[in-house]
T-cell receptor
Framework: AQSVTQLGSHVSVSEGALVLLRCNYSSSVPPYLFWYVQYPNQGLQLLLKYTSAATLVKGINGFEAEFKKSETSFHLTKPSAHMSDAAEYFCAVSESGGSYIPTFGRGTSLIVHP | DGGITQSPKYLFRKEGQNVTLSCEQNLNHDAMYWYRQDPGQGLRLIYYSQIVNDFQKGDIAEGYSVSREKKESFPLTVTSAQKNPTAFYLC????????????FGPGTRLTVL
């Protein structure tokens, strides 16, 4: 069965610092992996998606994520944080073992200090 | 403008009452979903539908019901059997299947008084 673990419910960085949000999944087969962002009182929007075409995936707003099969990870990074990046970030997985039903992590709240 | 609309944005309900949350999309997407979001819990799937007149239970379907009579509409009814209905409800759609990118509505915040 698939599951998603996001390490750290809150991550705090200074403006201009590296952003690293962690996501680990449990799947015995190649999964589809997603990162979504949610701003307060809004729905989610896609940041990026992994579909096995390339291990390094570039998304919107300068974010990227690297698929590492050996570590079963799909961590989200951004070289330099902006104040506008403050939001809730969700990792999600979809794979055949779970009948492709999407499973979301519990979310990581990114706090950006000036 | 194409997108997903949810109404109302805020909804208050007395205990013991059923209430229906609206979700409409004009993206011509086949699949639609309902999620419940609670603080620190992430998103939990309530129901999903991949085609008109067909839908499946998600992880937390008890106390909820849905219908999919039209491609563009997927209303969710929160029944009195749902023991703890106060939450933020999100509707989403995807072009075809479960592995597609999901497009989310703005959400409905339901509060039981």
């Amino acid at each position: 069965a698939q599951s998603v673990t996001q390490l750290g419910s809150h991550v705090s960085v200074s403006e201009g610092a590296l952003v690293l949000l962690r996501c680990n999944y449990s799947s015995s087969v190649p999964p589809y992996l997603f990162w979504y962002v949610q701003y307060p009182n809004q729905g989610l929007q896609l940041l990026l998606k992994y579909t096995s075409a390339a291990t390094l995936v570039k998304g919107i707003n300068g974010f990227e994520a690297e698929f590492k099969k050996s570590e079963t990870s799909f961590h989200l990074t951004k070289p330099s944080a902006h104040m506008s990046d403050a939001a809730e970030y969700f990792c999600a997985v979809s794979e055949s073992g779970g009948s492709y039903i999407p499973t979301f992590g519990r979310g990581t709240s990114l706090i950006v200090h000036p | 403008d194409g997108g997903i609309t949810q109404s109302p944005k805020y909804l208050f309900r007395k205990e013991g009452q059923n209430v229906t949350l609206s979700c409409e999309q004009n993206l011509n997407h086949d699949a639609m979903y309902w999620y419940r979001q609670d603080p620190g819990q992430g998103l939990r799937l309530i129901y999903y539908s991949q085609i008109v007149n067909d839908f499946q239970k998600g992880d937390i379907a008890e106390g909820y019901s849905v219908s999919r009579e039209k491609k563009e509409s997927f209303p969710l009814t929160v029944t009195s059997a749902q023991k703890n209905p106060t939450a933020f409800y999100l509707c989403a759609s995807s072009p075809q299947g479960l592995t597609d990118t999901q497009y989310f509505g703005p959400g409905t915040r339901l509060t039981v008084l």
